[in-house]
């Protein structure tokens, strides 16, 4: 493994660093409560990586078993116990433990503790995951669309279940 080819080519840097408050309010809520906080974009970290906080309720929630052809997608547990499907079995995972699935792992992630919790969700590359969320967020409100709008959208953002 080796360092990438340098991608700034100044001589003495420049001030370019993003700060979000901890205080700041989610980007998206979810009619169920759930909340997301895009901290960095692909469109922001221009398409290295997405990075985004991930807020459940204590309601039963998260996508069951799928896998994506062209992002990995990591998971670190910041409160409360999520079930990470690993590809073999779902696992209970708690603060500070860590999951990270390449291109192609089969995974899923569930709240079916009855409390809250929370998770840094990361996505390499810096796919469009914002348009993915908003979706969902909308499809829970104004229904689900028909299937073969559905297969396109989960086509599009690169969701294939199992």
């Given at each position: ?48 990586f ?62 079916e ?41 989960f ?8």
């Amino acid at each position: 493994m080796t360092y990438p080819e340098p991608s700034y080519f100044g001589d003495k840097g420049e001030v370019s660093a993003t700060f979000r408050p901890a205080g700041h309010e989610p980007d998206l809520t979810y009619q169920s409560g759930n909340t997301v906080d895009y901290l960095a974009t692909g469109a922001s970290t221009g398409g290295k990586f997405g990075l985004y906080r991930w807020n459940m309720g204590p309601e039963p929630s998260g996508p069951g078993p799928h896998f994506h052809r062209s992002l990995s997608e990591s998971f670190f547990i910041l409160s409360g116990t999520v079930k990470i499907f690993n590809g073999d079995r779902w696992i209970d995972t708690v603060p500070g433990d860590f999951v990270h699935v390449p291109e192609g792992g089969i995974h899923g992630f569930r709240n079916e503790s009855g409390e809250p919790a929370s998770m840094l969700l990361h996505f390499s590359p810096g796919a469009p995951r914002e348009g993915y969320f908003e979706g969902l967020a909308e499809f829970a409100v104004s229904g689900r669309p028909g299937e073969e709008e559905l297969a396109e959208f989960f086509l599009r953002h690169d969701n294939h279940w199992l």
